[in-house]
Structures are given as structure tokens and as C-alpha cells.
T-cell receptor
Framework: GNSVTQMEGPVTLSEEAFLTINCTYT??????LFWYVQYPGEGLQLLLK?????DKGSNKGFEATYRKETTSFHLEKGSVQVSDSAVYFC?????????FGKGTRLHILP | EPEVTQTPSHQVTQMGQEVILRCVPI?????FYWYRQILGQKVEFLVS????????KSEIFDDQFSVERPDGSNFTLKIRSTKLEDSAMYFC???????????????FGSGTQLSVL
């Protein structure tokens, strides 16, 4: 079946550190892939997406590349800020629904 | 910016009681969804709704659950007789397009935290 696996959290980094949150997926066919972010007290917001192999989604300094050969969609940011502290969800869209990973909580220390 | 509004933000209920979670989707959206997240677990799909009927539901969405769009603006999730394991954060979402086609148009609410005692 379709599923998403992402690295366990919490992840704690210092400001300006490099961030990677790993995500791999299992799906039939060619799903669209996403990263959603949930800031404290807020809803789920789409951070970035990629709809086909080798696509790179980017937004707010975050990037993720759709790697079909490794079935991965790792989230990266070169220099994190305190304001990036949130829960990050990797997800795929297939059969008219979004399937989420468990989420990774990110803490950025000033 | 338009947003999906959910009320209440927190709901506490006794086991066996009925609860109704309310959502106001974005006004021109046509597709509506409920998801839930049990603490520490994945965000899980419950149901999708289009044209006044359920278009898809998961195995979680059993006979205890129902959805309704009573007045053209609200979208509700009813749990008929709550169980302890229904305690979770419930997210409502809406979109203009079908999810597989234009997913960037999916908007989520901030959730209702349901606690069943």
C-alpha cells in the first residue's frame, strides 16, 4: 500500500545550522510529494511540493527533490532560523487523498 | 487570506457521548475532508466529501462517524458514541480541485483537539 516514513524527532539544532529531514515513500505509480509544516497553534500549511521525478520543490529557503530511484523526498535548508521551529510532515497524494508521515518536530535554538 | 475555520479548538467529552466537530471551509471550495492525528502518530485520512455525498472513506470511518454539510457553509463531523480511542486532533480541509490534480489548493484548519474521558 501507500505509505510515508520520515525520521523520528525531535530534531534540535542551533540557529544557522544545516537541516535535513529524511523522508521515503512507498506508492504505486507516481504520486505527488509534499512537505507540510505546522507551527504551534496553527493548522497544516503546504511548504513545498513536487509532482514528478527529479522535480525540486522550494519555498522559504527549504528544498526537496523527488528521487524516484531512491523513493525519497528529503527536506533540506541551508541555514535554519528560530522561526522554523515547527512540526514538519512529509506526505504523498494518491487516490484522491493525502497520506502523511508521522511528523518531525524541529526545535531551533538561538 | 482565506482560511478554514474549525470550532471548538478543544472539546472534552465523556465516553459514550455524541460530539459534533464543526468546520467552515473556504467559500468557493468544492471538496471537503476530515483527517485526524492521534498523539504521536500519523495524520490519518478519514473521509472526503463532494457534491453532498461521501466520495471516499477510510476503514477508520465506521458507522459511529458521519459527516454533513447542513447549510452550504458548515461541514461537520459527528461521532455518535465516543470511545477513548477517538481522542485525537481532528483536522478539516477543503480544496477547489480534486486532490490528485491540484493539491496545492488544499487548505487545512487549525484542528479540534478531542479528549474522551
Amino acid at each position: 500500500g501507500n505509505s510515508v516514513t520520515q525520521m523520528e524527532g525531535p530534531v534540535t539544532l542551533s540557529e544557522e545550522a544545516f537541516l535535513t529531514i529524511n523522508c521515503t515513500y512507498t506508492a504505486t505509480g507516481y504520486p505527488s510529494l509534499f512537505w507540510y509544516v505546522q507551527y504551534p497553534g496553527e493548522g497544516l500549511q503546504l511548504l513545498l511540493k513536487a509532482t514528478k521525478a527529479d522535480d525540486k520543490g522550494s519555498n522559504k529557503g527549504f528544498e526537496a527533490t523527488y528521487r524516484k530511484e531512491t523513493t525519497s523526498f528529503h527536506l533540506e535548508k541551508g541555514s535554519v532560523q528560530v522561526s522554523d521551529s515547527a512540526v514538519y510532515f512529509c506526505a504523498l497524494a494518491r487516490d484522491d487523498k493525502i497520506i502523511f508521515g508521522k511528523g518531525t518536530r524541529l526545535h531551533i535554538l538561538p | 487570506e482565506p482560511e478554514v475555520t474549525q470550532t471548538p479548538s478543544h472539546q472534552v467529552t465523556q465516553m459514550g457521548q455524541e460530539v459534533i466537530l464543526r468546520c467552515v471551509p473556504i467559500s468557493n471550495h468544492l471538496y471537503f475532508y476530515w483527517y485526524r492525528q492521534i498523539l504521536g502518530q500519523k495524520v490519518e485520512f478519514l473521509v472526503s466529501f463532494y457534491n453532498n455525498e461521501i466520495s471516499e472513506k477510510s476503514e477508520i470511518f465506521d458507522d459511529q462517524f458521519s459527516v454533513e454539510r447542513p447549510d452550504g457553509s458548515n461541514f461537520t463531523l459527528k461521532i455518535r458514541s465516543t470511545k477513548l480511542e477517538d481522542s485525537a486532533m481532528y483536522f478539516c480541509a477543503s480544496s477547489v480541485f480534486l486532490l490528485g490534480t491540484q493539491t496545492s489548493g488544499v487548505f487545512f484548519g487549525s484542528g479540534t483537539q478531542l479528549s474522551v474521558l
